[in-house]
């Protein structure tokens, strides 16, 4: 997934990740189950979500909000830096399914 690599080594990610990879997930979506498919929403409101940490942490107005900023993007970049394990064990049982 380029916007799981993309969000862990920039610690941010562009409008372009964000379009790329809804217009992507949008076109798989029907391949896989209802909980893969939460999962791919969530996915892409953390992306968004680790976009605006990263650039109001910058040009928030006061050090409180930058604080409530910097907090909620270390949290998605955590979010992120865990996700490799989890998409194993979401997709594994699909990946199996074509060699069974």
Request: aromatic letters at 12%; a neutral charge.
């Amino acid at each position: 997934m380029t916007l799981v690599a993309t969000a862990m080594t920039k610690r941010t990610v562009s409008n372009e990740d964000l379009r790329g990879f809804g217009i992507k997930t949008t076109e798989a979506r029907f391949f896989y189950n209802d909980e893969i498919a939460k999962f791919l929403e969530e996915m892409q409101q953390q992306a968004l979500d680790l976009q605006i940490c990263h650039k109001m942490m910058k040009e928030a107005p006061t050090e409180a909000e930058r604080q409530q900023y910097v907090d909620g993007w270390s949290k998605r970049t955590k979010w992120f830096a865990d996700l490799p394990n989890e998409i194993n064990a979401k997709f594994s049982p699909f990946l199996m399914r074509g060699f069974q």
